[in-house]
């Protein structure tokens, strides 16, 4: 857009008429514009463009469709599947998980945390030293849940879980802050547990 250069050059003396003129543009449309520089749907796409952007910092693994999904879920900001895959082309708010060609079988990575357990769970011998955690999908009649759940390795006792039907990552949270919450119940200190999830 021109008009903000024409701005910037009326503010520095040279006249309007002349850089419209030499910019080819018409003057009414500039003065529509700098009685109004933000249009309605730019203030309304930004928001939407900041609701994407924050639904993706809490789980950047999603597509545009589950952020269009979740920016409507927590944020009240309702937007088509087309608009949040325009705004994320544009932004560059793309998932984090690549696509793999089909046919194709890949490696997994190296793993994102240093494995401190070592796979050696028959060794933990005190409650809290070290918990175990994975996510389970179940089917329903209305439609997927999600499990999140926390083991300790010592008693081989579920002490916390989450259920949500999207796996997003405050289902892992939530799962964690209900096993803490009901050791914490009991007395127990869970100062320095370890927690071991697959990879």
Partial sequence: MKYPLVSDLAEDGVPVSVTCRVLKIARQPYYR???????????EEAHRLNALIDAHRDDP???????????????????AHRTAWRLCHFQGVFSVISKRKKGKSTRPGPPVHDDLVRRQFSTVKTLNQVWLTDITEHHTGEGQLYLCAIKDACSRRIIGYSIDNRMKASLAVRALNNAIANRRRTGADVAGCIVHSDR
């Avoid at 514009?33 to 203030?43: F, G, M, S």
């Fill in 33 to 43: 514009w700098l009685a109004n520089p933000v249009t309605d749907q730019e203030w």
């Fill in 61 to 79: 693994e999603f597509g545009y469709r589950y952020l269009a999904d979740t920016a409507e879920e927590d944020a009240g900001v309702k937007m």
